[in-house]
């Protein structure tokens, strides 16, 4: 599997963790030269993940706060995003890693038109 691959503006490597550092598949820039880039093989594919994984965490994250409630009371009034970044942050990881490693083994990278 690969880990990196180069940018197709100024052909420096793009790393897994650039890829989990962007905040959705729609708004990805290099992060040596700033252009903006787009993949055009599974984005849908990743989006039609992120429907069927986004209820799962959700369902974790209230599922670890209802647990940690019957020993500690007072979980019951903090927000859940807290208790899930808090105790599931992890998983989280792991799907944003999942995402990035479909991106790179799967992926084509193409600068984005300037409109």
Known sequence: MKTS???PNC???LTLE???DFSSPF???CPHCKAKLRETKVTP???LVALVVIPLLIWL???V???L???FPIVDSVPTVFVFLAFCYPVYALYERFNALVMFNKGNLHLKRQS
């Open 11 to 13: 052909k420096k490597k």
């Open 69 to 71: 409630a019957g020993f």
């Open 18 to 20: 650039n890829f989990e």
């Open 65 to 67: 706060q209802n647990f």
């Open 61 to 63: 994250g209230i599922t």
């Open 27 to 29: 708004t990805m820039k």
């Open 5 to 7: 691959t180069s940018c």
């Open 45 to 47: 594919f990743l989006l």
